[in-house]
């Protein structure tokens, strides 16, 4: 599966839905989208991971960065539907009771 990221934005939220890996050579993709919607306006935030295989530690770095950002911003983010291969690498860090994690709606 080759890495894709599709931004939908509804309101004030935008969702960017993620697909592939998440790694060195994609992890800056991911950040440069976050860093768009945040400056297009958007007050939400959702990562949806539900079609990530793969999440390295560059991506995890990015979804860290990404919590603190926007919690200094006052943005909304939620990092939705995990796949299971990557709830458990965030399980394992012990990044879960840090990230803004929801089960898919």
Do not use: H, K
């Not at 060195?24 to 993709?29: R, S, V």
């Not at 306006?41 to 949806?48: F, Q």
């Amino acid at each position: 599966m080759e890495f894709s990221i599709q931004a939908v934005t509804e309101g004030q939220t935008t969702t960017l839905r993620v697909a592939g890996e998440v790694d060195l050579a994609t992890a800056d993709e991911l950040s440069q989208a976050a860093a768009a919607a945040l400056a297009a306006g958007a007050n939400a935030l959702v990562i949806d991971l539900a079609a990530v295989t793969f999440l390295d530690s560059t991506g995890l770095a990015v979804l860290v960065a990404l919590t603190n950002q926007s919690t200094a911003d006052g943005v909304a983010l939620t990092i939705r539907d995990p796949a299971p291969r990557v709830r458990n690498v965030i399980r394992i860090t012990g990044l879960g009771q840090f990230l803004p994690l929801s089960p898919s709606e």
